[in-house]
């Protein structure tokens, strides 16, 4: 019998690559979306296959008419605070309301159970909704899929093709960071909604590369020269955060404010993934580091 699987978020470009996969599985696939979402992105969700549910994100009661009959709620949902705690917390209401089973929050990022509270305000916000989903009754899981691999293409201190650098914290050269790409992290994400004994935490990584390992790489793919450098101690980035972040009192409204960057970039070089679930689902393949980086560096 197929599962009807609900993904709010679905316009998104993670959602809208979840709704492909889990409808490539003959899955019954309900995109929730705002009744003002745009209709050049409803058109593709209708073209894939998907069923259609505008409501407006306020209503629970809304959410749990089009949540009936429903296996899980996958939510790809991302924003501040109104969006990942208040509205993700008016999905999950309307899910137990309709008495869904499972539930895949929008943690789509690196694992922060391990890292200290306030050292990244988004990891705040998902940390905060976990509590709230974790005192319910629904089956949980999390898909930690460290940072996408498409940020390795605009030019980060972890790799940059304008000025041919490749970049670290502390003594870090060797610390492997978790990356894994869209397509990647979408196609485990539908294997998990279809997992009715899917785990609590799940972490992948389409490759896991040092900033040692990444110079490696671009030597092969590039007769450029590249150069690697230290930018500054551990506890000296944490430093220039908290002061990056005090001078811009605006970014607290805004989703990737320059100092929200550095404290992903923190993260990473904080703690990385040590039980990958990767082989869980034995028939996805992974893109490898080589062949990611290939695929835009000339």
């Not at 593709?44 to 407006?56: F, P």
């Not at 929050?105 to 690196?110: E, G, K, L, N, Y």
Request: glycine fraction near 4%; include cysteine.
């Amino acid at each position: 019998m197929k599962k009807n699987i609900l993904v709010a978020g679905a316009t998104g470009n993670l959602g809208m690559r979840i709704c492909r996969d889990l409808i490539k599985q003959d899955t019954n696939v309900i995109a929730l979306v705002r009744n003002e979402s745009d209709p050049e992105k409803i058109k593709d969700l209708l073209a894939l296959g998907a069923e259609i549910a505008a409501v407006n994100f306020d209503n629970v009661e809304e959410i749990a008419a089009a949540c009936k009959g429903v296996n899980v709620v996958v939510s790809v949902l991302a924003g501040l605070r109104d969006v990942v705690v208040d509205l993700q917390k008016h999905l999950l209401d309307g899910a137990i309301l309709a008495k869904v089973p499972r539930f895949i929050p929008s943690d789509f990022c690196t694992d922060y159970n391990s890292l200290e509270p306030g050292q990244n305000r988004n990891f705040d916000l998902r940390r905060e909704f976990k509590a709230f989903l974790d005192g319910t009754a629904i089956r949980a899981s999390s898909v930690f899929n460290g940072a996408f691999a498409d940020i390795l293409k605009y030019n980060t201190p972890v790799l940059n093709l304008k000025t041919n650098s490749i970049s670290y914290w502390g003594e870090k050269a060797d610390w492997k960071l978790d990356f894994t790409t869209m397509d990647d992290t979408a196609a485990f994400t539908a294997e998990v909604a279809l997992d009715d004994e899917a785990p609590r935490n799940l972490q992948i990584a389409s490759f896991q590369i040092s900033p040692a390992m990444i110079l490696d790489e671009v030597r092969k793919i590039t007769d450029r020269h590249f150069a690697m450098q230290k930018i500054a101690g551990m506890d000296e980035f944490a430093e220039f955060i908290v002061k990056q972040r005090a001078e811009n009192p605006a970014g607290e409204n805004e989703l990737y404010a320059k100092w929200q960057q550095s404290q992903y970039l923190y993260s990473m070089f904080s703690t990385h993934h040590q039980e990958l679930a990767n082989h869980r689902y034995p028939t996805l393949n992974w893109t490898g580091a080589a062949t990611y980086l290939k695929s835009f560096i000339k």
